[in-house]
């Protein structure tokens, strides 16, 4: 008897055959990207990224990556384009597509932008819960519900990104967008009106000098042995992290050793040129968020983070390549660099030892420290603004106005 279930199922093998091809050929991309955007680094995150970004998105990338955009923005569209794949995929069973329509963006502001008053008497409102678990599932959710079962929604800003790169993909695409269609503006201001809530800060408490001081205490070994290699790394990172105005988690993670030039020594007092002299190195920042590398952003490092860094670069044998490295379990120094989410473990991991919610601190907290402890000592705004490079007045202000609160004798006329 003739098996004529055999085509069938042949084919069915040869169309899955095809589909774990095309899925080996973007994790093998995604892995040659890797070199230049670490975060696409480790078998686990190339994998799901091959299962959520086209090969056109993937050729995107490469193209862009090619051309010489920042990491960081190449890090943030990534993120970006793999999350709204993913949604599309599960909102529309299929890829995203190409020009977006009108009715699929406002579906997407409406699932990100909702009233949360209006969520808590109707459930549909706002992102339906099977979407959101399918996202979570992703690991690409983070908004998680509070104690009264309700998922807030969106953070206006992120969603207003998210809308910014796919409009923008569609002009590298050659595609006609509709972000600025009369609706889809009508719709996100609205939505922005109702959903908008207090912008929270990046690290909910600044590490200013005296909690500072409880994370370097933590790197100083025990009683029973000498610091090791991890404490003199963690000590110099969070030294040179808030002494030099506060760098950002990618700036720590990029920093390569060319960027530093060693100074003569400078008197610990400026006024007084017979004080006791200082180790001192010039940190040049190269391309930052806010400046370009040919701009003159280099930043003067003096004292402890000077020595901080040469005792970890001469106990970890560093003479090139990447300043703050990863320690593999049995002590052996990594030729790569952190990662920048590396950073961010690495405080919260000190936040810990010394006793404090890791929960309240991260990464940032080191850059509105600086700020904020250059406040409660009277430090001119313009004078810290020169070693923490902030370009915006107003957003370096927040900082001092927020320390110099609690002294405001406006605050105490009828006290």
Request: proline letters at 6%; aromatic letters at 4%; one cysteine or more.
């Amino acid at each position: 008897m003739k098996d004529t279930a055999m085509p069938g199922a042949f084919a069915r093998n040869r169309s899955l055959a095809g589909e774990t091809d095309a899925l080996e050929q973007r994790v093998e991309n995604l892995d040659a990207l890797s070199a230049i955007l670490p975060s696409l680094a480790g078998a686990n995150r190339a994998d799901q990224l091959a299962h959520l970004l086209t090969d056109d998105d993937i050729d995107t990338l490469r193209h862009l990556a090619r051309e010489g955009m920042g990491e960081n923005s190449l890090r943030a569209l990534t993120s970006d384009l793999s999350y709204l794949e993913a949604w599309c995929m599960a909102v529309t069973g299929q890829e995203l597509p190409w020009p977006a329509p009108v009715p699929l963006i406002l579906k997407f502001i409406a699932h990100h932008l909702w009233d949360p008053e209006k969520k808590k008497s109707d459930p549909a409102h706002g992102m339906p819960e099977d979407v959101a678990g399918t996202l979570e599932d992703q690991r690409l959710l983070r908004t998680q519900k509070n104690t009264e079962g309700f998922r807030p929604p969106h953070a206006p800003a992120t969603v207003q990104r998210r809308l910014a790169t796919w409009s923008t993909l569609h002009r590298w695409r050659g595609v006609e967008a509709h972000f600025s269609a009369p609706d889809v503006r009508s719709a996100l201001r609205l939505a922005i009106r109702v959903a908008d809530r207090p912008k929270a800060r990046k690290s909910r408490k600044a590490v200013t000098a005296d909690l500072l001081e409880q994370l370097l205490a933590t790197c100083e070994g025990t009683d029973y042995a000498a610091p090791s290699l991890v404490d003199l790394r963690d000590k110099a990172l969070l030294l040179i992290g808030f002494a030099s105005g506060g760098r950002r988690r990618s700036e720590l993670s990029g920093m390569r050793l060319g960027q530093i030039v060693w100074e003569d020594p400078l008197p610990a007092d400026p006024a007084d040129p017979a004080s006791p002299l200082l180790p001192a190195a010039s940190l040049r920042l190269g391309r930052t968020k806010t400046e370009d590398a040919s701009e003159e952003n280099s930043v003067l490092l003096i004292g402890r983070p000077v020595e901080a860094l040469k005792a970890w670069l001469e106990a970890a044998g560093i003479a090139d390549g990447a300043v703050f490295r990863a320690i593999d379990r049995w002590g052996n120094v990594k030729t790569r660099g952190l990662t920048p989410q590396s950073v961010n473990t690495i405080v919260k991991a000190r936040c810990i030892r010394a006793g404090l919610d890791p929960d309240d601190f991260s990464a940032h907290g080191l850059r509105s420290g600086f700020l904020t402890e250059a406040a409660n000592r009277d430090i001119p705004i313009q004078d810290a603004m020169q070693q923490s490079r902030h370009r915006s007045l107003a957003q370096a202000s927040s900082y001092y106005n927020d320390a110099g609160r609690s002294r405001r004798r406006s605050a105490r006329m009828l006290g």
